[in-house]
């Protein structure tokens, strides 16, 4: 049996480029109860900074600008942060999770949002435990398909079909055993994306493991078409459901 590389191997700086504008637009965001959860008990949000490491376009960046704190969003792909619109309190600094050029001991948050499973994980947890204030917190933080609902079961096997069974469909979420962060806490949250059928397909093709052109992604488009026309509700939306995973680690 061939053995599954680990993502980090798998070009995870550069996979993204031609999928930035598909990602800004239609990946789901995350839920407040996620949100309140990574900031609950680290005190008033406006005298905090973030580093939010593979950042991508912003999405989770902004929402913790909204709840007051500083972001320093990491992102490697100049594609993917070029996407991003200016924003308050937001800050993009083209550098990886392994290296991220912060100084040592200055910030009091890290989050990493739907990115983790790309990074090299010994490199990168060692970098977070030096950019963290004592005291500060480690977040990882998944939006996985719920396949208890079955639209979304559906909606998960054509991807997976045509994806040729991409390793990046059974990542690892979750935090692994370390020296740096040696215990943690999970938490789950529920999410629903509501979706029109530009939406549906702008969301698939923003998935790296999706072909971006040719006879499998034509195959694809023509069943999510059916998938939609099947599953629509009067006001012509679908819904994935994710269950939102969120690991916290003290520093």
Known sequence: MTETPPLHTLDP????????TDYQKYRPSYPKAAIDKILSDLGDP?????ADVGAGTGISARLLSDRGLQVWAIEPNAAM?????????????QATAEHTELPNQSVNLVTCFQ???WFE???????????????????LIWNTRDFDDPFTQEYGELLQ???????ALDRMETLPQNSYFPTFEKHCFALEHALDLPALIGNTKSRSYVPS?????????QHLEALYQRNADAQGLVYVKYQTKVFIAGA
């Open 161 to 167: 079909q045509a994806s040729n069974k991409h390793p």
């Open 81 to 93: 942060s070029t996407e991003a619109e200016p924003y308050p309190r937001v800050e993009f600094r």
């Open 46 to 50: 406006t005298q905090l900074t973030a």
């Open 213 to 221: 052109s040719g006879e499998l992604l034509d195959r694809l488009l």
């Open 115 to 117: 990115s983790f499973h």
């Open 121 to 139: 994980p010994e490199q990168a947890l060692q970098e977070f435990r030096r950019i963290l204030k004592p005291g500060g917190r480690l977040a």
């Open 13 to 20: 700086l550069n996979r993204f480029s031609d999928r930035a």
